[in-house]
């Protein structure tokens, strides 16, 4: 996370990379949760109580799990993405502005630290594990499982929140830039009338 954003920014075309993976992950995520859904109205009776409890839990976990490895595609760059929305937002001309944006920001932000936070958690839970856990083991799939569990919720925040950083950077790619001289009318040529008529 520290060298992200220094080579980020020496990189011109990696706000355009960072922004078409952040797509990529609105995109999964959307389908992930339209087929959780599918799957819940189809589990659940009508008061939303699962049929069978076991096979509905393993089903969420697939979709916390799903979320978190689309999202892995954006992690890296993810402060980048947020920092050069604040530039952008600070240098947009109030008109283009929606008074959403601010707060989807921080929204975004509070769940990236939360994600932070929660990945160094699952690192020293990690490496408490007994050295014979390994993925596939009940006793590494488990700690995962909760680990993406709780992950789930701010990922959804950047699922639900996210397309405010594409929407930031479109309103300023089209802006009139501060540099350029507004544009000036100017008479078109015509024809003089010939004297006489």
Request: hydrophobic letters at 35%.
């Amino acid at each position: 996370m520290p060298t992200g954003p220094l080579t980020i920014a020496s990189r011109p075309t990696s706000h355009r990379e960072l922004l078409c993976r952040l797509d990529g992950f609105l995109q999964d995520s959307e389908q992930i949760l339209t087929s959780w859904a599918v799957y819940s109205d189809e589990h659940t009776d009508l008061d939303g109580w699962p049929y069978d409890d076991h096979a509905y839990a393993l089903r969420q976990s697939q979709r916390d799990a799903d979320t978190a490895q689309a999202f892995e595609t954006v992690r890296s760059g993810a402060r980048h993405l947020l920092a050069t929305a604040h530039t952008q937002l600070a240098h947009l001309p109030t008109r283009l502005v929606q008074n959403r944006w601010g707060f989807q920001l921080g929204v975004l932000a509070t769940a990236l630290d939360r994600l932070d936070a929660l990945h160094e958690q699952w690192e020293r839970t990690r490496d408490s594990l007994p050295a014979d856990a390994r993925p596939g083991t009940p006793v590494f799939d488990d700690a995962l499982a909760e680990h993406h569990a709780e992950c789930w919720t701010y990922l959804d925040d950047w699922a639900s929140h996210g397309d405010a950083l594409g929407e930031i950077n479109s309103a300023a790619r089209h802006a009139p830039s501060l540099l350029a001289p507004p544009p000036t009318a100017v008479r078109a040529p015509g024809r003089t009338a010939s004297a006489g008529k």
